[in-house]
């Protein structure tokens, strides 16, 4: 088993219990978790799940190999997050924060390209509920999010995975729970960070 796929599913597994805490310390905030891994296939692993709720990630459950079907990954999620969180979103009882964590360039989509993708982020953060953002592991994150359209406040890259790269989303969710908290809805992910 290679040390990548042992320090993501680590990682993940500290930011299930992260966000287990934060929901604790916030209670007033519904927290909802969705989790999809993707190489050619897109597979949902939780889908809109409270965070008491959530278990563990094992090395059954993420297994990179193959290609990358980014963009199939990111309208997959986002519809699903539509269909199961939509009238929410549009009554203003909820706001979306989609962090996308790749290692890979996207090469195997068949139904999606750059274009549908940054159509759909366009149109969703113009509504101001939705945040997209982006990890970019071993590559070059800002040139995928300028193809998707994701905000360069919003882009991270590491050159491998770490520590660091879990404490960044640990700290960006407990910032924007507490700004959602007082009833702040930002738009920016990272604090202070450019890609």
Same mark, same amino acid.
């Given at each position: ?29 519904? #927290? ?6 993707? *190489?050619?296939?897109?597979?949902? &692993? ?28 990111? #309208? ?23 962090? #996308? ?53 919003? &882009? ?6 770490? *520590?660091? &790269?879990?404490?960044? #989303? ?26």
């Amino acid at each position: 088993m290679s040390s990548v796929t042992e320090q993501t599913v680590y990682g993940l597994n500290k930011q299930i219990a992260r966000i287990k805490e934060l929901a604790a310390r916030y209670p007033s905030q519904e #927290i909802f978790v969705s989790l999809v891994f993707f *190489n050619e296939t897109v597979k949902p &692993v939780f889908n809109r799940i409270l965070p008491e709720s959530l278990r563990k990630i094992n090395f059954s459950d993420y297994a990179p190999e193959g290609s990358t079907s980014l963009n199939d990954a990111i #309208i997959r999620s986002v519809s699903d997050l539509r269909n199961e969180a939509g009238a929410e979103i549009g009554s203003d009882e909820s706001s979306v924060v989609v962090t #996308i964590i790749t290692d890979g360039y996207e090469n195997s989509s068949v139904n999606f390209n750059d274009k549908d993708v940054a159509s759909q982020i366009k149109s969703l953060e113009e509504t101001d509920k939705w945040i997209f953002s982006l990890i970019g592991l071993n590559l070059n994150a800002s040139s995928i999010a300028e193809k998707l359209g994701i905000r360069k406040k919003n &882009v991270m890259h590491f050159d491998f995975y770490s *520590n660091a &790269v879990f404490k960044k #989303i640990d700290d960006s969710i407990e910032a924007y729970i507490g700004s959602k908290e007082n009833g702040i809805i930002k738009n920016e992910f990272f604090e202070n960070e450019a890609g």
